[in-house]
């Protein structure tokens, strides 16, 4: 998945999840982007995210969810990945172990719709998905990213 390790980096990769609720996992997550000169305005990115969720559900299904925002406060891809092995309630009955943050750039659309289109398209994968649940360290989960996986579509 050359796409998603292209952009995230090692210390925004989170395995040990600790939060159990949605908000919680978003503050937790969000909170290994702060600092990064990709998100010079934190506090503002992580308003959007809240008010973005509000608004439209990020769970994808089959444990995942995907909250993403964009726009001009952001200076470059920031992609941030996060395990949770006991679950985190994401409301709605709707139980998480994988938690995927992406911040872009007010501008090329067509690569941020095709990266988040590519990773919900490869955590659909049940293989990849119980990789990743399975993953202890940021070394083993970057292994998984790095993996040759066949992308099964559909």
């Known amino acids: 998945m050359s796409k998603i390790v292209r952009e995230l980096k090692a210390e925004h990769i989170l395995p ?4 159990q609720k949605k908000a919680g996992a978003i503050r937790e997550l969000a909170s290994v982007l702060e600092g990064s000169p990709e998100i010079p305005d934190f506090r503002r990115f992580l308003s959007a995210l809240f ?3 509000a608004r439209f559900q990020s ?9 993403h925002y964009r726009d001009e406060s952001v200076q470059g891809p920031a992609v941030a ?4 092995s006991g679950g985190i309630d994401w409301g709605n009955d709707e ?18 719709l095709k990266l988040v289109a590519d990773i919900a398209r490869w955590l659909h994968q049940d293989v ?11 070394e083993e989960v970057m292994g998984i990213l790095e993996a040759d996986w066949e992308v ?3």
Not at 16 to 19: C, D, H, V
Not at 129 to 137: D, F, Q, T, V
């Open 16 to 19: 040990g999840m600790a939060a």
């Open 51 to 53: 008010q973005k969720e």
């Open 59 to 67: 769970a994808v299904d089959k444990g995942v969810a995907l909250p």
């Open 81 to 84: 990945l996060g395990i949770s």
């Open 95 to 112: 139980v998480v172990h994988i938690l995927v943050i992406i911040g872009w750039p007010d501008r090329n659309d067509e690569a941020y």
């Open 128 to 138: 990849v998905r119980a990789a990743l649940r399975e993953a202890e360290s940021v």
């Open 152 to 154: 099964q579509v559909g």
